[in-house]
């Protein structure tokens, strides 16, 4: 079974964090612009600190990090999930805690920096974090019960099978009535 949410969030939420990664490298806006993506109106004029590479660098690679393991668990969902229902597991829970990290830093930098309106952005943002990381969860633990309940259907169907041929041959044999097998030979 296809984990269809699963795939579509970890692919969103890389792409998220690569655009946003992708904005802060950029030489003109830096950091204001990508928060400025996530709805949060900085001025670089009051904020000269903000487009400095030694500040820009580093939260770059961090949300390029974040990227490549939502992408990695895109992939890993994708291909792996088919002969291990529980292969993306790790990565995935990985990912989340990576991007939940990630935005705690910028929020208390945002607020050590004096940013006003960062809080309710970060809120919203990890809010979205939380809602795909259960429904992640919860589109997993819908997958491990169904193929569960498929596999206690097969034993109580063949368990039932057996059961019948037991209580069709103690049948016979009480009634003494010869069971045939093959070959005519009781």
Do not use: K
Not at 77 to 105: K, Y
Not at 114 to 130: R, S, W
Not at 138 to 147: D, G, W
Not at 165 to 177: D, K, T, V
């Amino acid at each position: 079974m296809r984990h269809v949410l699963t795939s579509f969030l970890a692919l969103h939420w890389a792409c998220v964090f690569a655009l946003l990664a992708y904005i802060c490298m950029d030489g003109n806006r830096g950091i204001a612009s990508a928060l400025g993506v996530l709805g949060v109106s900085v001025q670089s004029s009051r904020f000269p600190g903000l487009e400095h590479p030694v500040v820009v660098a580093p939260l770059s690679v961090a949300l390029l990090t974040v990227a490549l393991l939502f992408c990695w668990a895109f992939v890993e969902t994708l291909l792996n999930i088919a002969t291990r229902p529980d292969a993306g597991d790790a990565v995935v829970r990985i990912a989340f805690i990576s991007a939940s990290f990630l935005l705690s830093v910028i929020l208390i930098g945002g607020a050590a920096q004096g940013i006003n309106g960062l809080f309710m952005v970060v809120a919203i943002q990890m809010t979205a974090l939380l809602a795909s990381y259960v429904a992640v969860l919860a589109e997993r633990r819908s997958t491990l019960a169904a193929m569960t309940l498929h596999e206690a259907d097969a034993r109580l169907t063949a368990h039932r099978m057996a059961t019948g041929a037991a209580h069709s041959s103690l049948l016979s044999r009480i009634s003494s009535r010869p069971e045939t097998r093959p070959g005519g030979r009781r």
